[in-house]
């Protein structure tokens, strides 16, 4: 006869479901619905768990976390639970979050990885002679960092130090070797590689002649121009150019010298006013 094995009684486990379901919901990075707990509890312990009881659980869950002895609380989300800080620790955690995102690698620092990566191994100064800028800096912070290894010296003037990824750097980019890394034809678009060139576009004048398109731009502004000088010309018609109209105010105000035989107006005034003194005498 077979043996008739009976379902666990979920009460008696009690403890042991609620060590379980705090090992999920500290592991997990988003909210957990109680149909997900249900399903691990009932697969992990080999029991029936009912929801009405997982649902009683929960909530004494909530109150036990909801006391000062614990800095985070279990909070019910949308559709599941989820462990969160409370509010009183906010400020902390926001530092935590500063400090953190001050060891993420700058530009500089990724731009000076990706020359190692590629052109390992690699002295400092041929790195700089590709970005055109020192990189002590960088280089520094890649060895900190244990991105990047010294692998050895050249045989170069000086015997500079040669640059190499590490295997914290295969680790954190998931590489097996440096032949998976992506080609440079994969990441970088033809249209910037260097040395292409653009050919000029030709064009068709109105006299039906090949030209290119700067050709024809330039003809365009010398006809503007010409058409210009001919408007101004134009403009002023058969009379006295600008210069000699300037000419003769000038001399109009600065009182120069009259031609013979002409009486100026300034002395045409004198001769009236000694006439008439002339006569008061007499």
Do not use: W
Request: with cysteine.
């Amino acid at each position: 006869m077979e043996e008739i094995v009976e379902p666990k009684d979920p009460k008696k486990y009690k403890k042991e479901i609620f060590k379980n379901i705090e090992a999920i919901l500290f592991v997990a990075n988003q909210e957990v619905s109680p149909d997900d707990i249900e399903k691990v509890i009932n697969k992990s312990l080999d029991i029936e768990l009912e929801r009405e009881f997982l649902l009683e659980l929960m909530a004494e869950l909530s109150e036990k976390y909801e006391s000062d002895e614990y800095s985070f609380t279990l909070m019910e989300i949308s559709d599941g639970y989820r462990f969160l800080s409370k509010s009183e620790y906010h400020k902390s955690i926001s530092h935590l979050v500063q400090v953190q995102s001050r060891k993420r690698l700058s530009n500089a620092n990724m731009e000076t990885l990706a020359i190692i990566a590629y052109k390992q191994p690699v002295t400092k100064g041929q790195i700089e002679e590709i970005r055109g800028v020192n990189c002590d800096y960088s280089v520094q912070k890649l060895l900190e960092k244990e991105l990047v290894t010294i692998t050895g010296r050249s045989d170069s003037v000086g015997k500079p130090l040669l640059y190499g990824t590490s295997k914290q750097f295969m680790n954190h980019f998931g590489l097996k070797s440096i032949k998976d890394l992506p080609k440079l034809k994969e990441v970088i678009p033809q249209h910037n590689e260097i040395g292409s060139e653009q050919k000029e576009e030709i064009v068709p004048n109105q006299e039906g002649q090949q030209v290119t398109e700067e050709t024809n731009q330039i003809a365009e502004s010398g006809e503007l121009d010409q058409e210009k000088n001919q408007q101004g010309s134009g403009e002023h018609g058969g009379g006295a150019p600008e210069n000699e109209i300037h000419e003769i105010k000038a001399t109009e105000r600065k009182g120069e010298e009259v031609p013979p035989g002409e009486a100026s107006p300034k002395s045409e005034v004198e001769g009236r006013e000694g006439e008439e003194n002339s006569d008061e005498e007499e």
